[in-house]
């Protein structure tokens, strides 16, 4: 059963903007803090951004000030808003919940971005 479910990736130019989305179940959305994560080639995954249920958001050093992660409670969705893309954020993103039973984890979007 899918539970966590990516969209909005693409490819753009370096100084352009994507917004991602992440429909979570209603079942584990808000159950704790939602994140996300990206993998690019050759790379350990990395974490990107968190935001809690109350609203809390913290930022990975490399996209501080350029990224910005939300959340729409009524849609049971979170987004990570992508401004001022670096070809060095090229990678696979994906959003995560990490609850005491299980890690979930979506099926990734790809994000490519051109020099």
């Known amino acids: 059963q899918v539970h966590l479910v990516e969209s909005g990736g693409g490819l753009v130019q370096a100084g352009e903007s994507l917004r991602l989305s992440c429909k979570v179940t209603?079942?584990?959305?808000?159950?704790?803090?939602m994140n996300w994560y990206r993998q690019a080639p050759g790379k350990q995954r990395e974490w990107v951004a968190t935001?809690?249920?109350?609203?809390?958001?913290d930022y990975a050093h490399s996209v501080k000030g350029r990224f910005t992660i939300s959340r729409d409670d009524a849609k049971n969705t979170m987004y990570l808003q992508m401004n001022s893309l670096k070809p060095e954020d090229t990678a696979v993103y994906y959003c995560?919940?990490?609850?005491?039973?299980?890690?979930?984890w979506g099926q990734g979007t790809q994000v490519t971005v051109s020099s």
């Open positions: 995560n919940t990490n609850l005491p039973w299980q890690n979930y």
């Open positions: 935001i809690s249920p109350s609203g809390t958001t």
């Open positions: 209603a079942s584990i959305y808000s159950l704790n803090s």
